[in-house]
């Protein structure tokens, strides 16, 4: 995975982050977001600090969390199986999972941009 793929993952799990912390201090969801979409964050969140946070703490600084954090979403995408991003009971990555459903759609999405 290249560094700027790394950083956009990086990038999308701090925004959860951020999110889940400003509703909690604030109490309130935004509008637009379903109750679905806090469960996943909230899950992922708890997820995190579970594998990663608690274990690896007491941490130096904040430097030392992002890069940690870096490592645990690229371990988590490329090498982590996960069994609820498939239709039956087999076990992938989501990494490989994004890349079959590329596979499969690339006829589609093609002729979409054409």
Known sequence: MSQQAVLNRTLLV??????AQTRRETGRRAMT???????MA???NGLYKWELIYPQGPWRGLDD?????????DWFNHQRL???ITNDASYT?????????YRQNRPALEAATH
């Open 82 to 84: 996960h069994g609820e």
């Open 33 to 39: 977001q379903t109750s679905g979409d806090n469960a």
């Open 65 to 73: 969390v992002e890069f940690a954090t870096m490592t645990y979403v």
């Open 42 to 44: 909230e899950s992922f």
């Open 14 to 19: 701090d925004a959860l982050f951020r999110a």
């Open 93 to 101: 990555t989501p990494a490989e999972f994004e890349a079959l459903y």
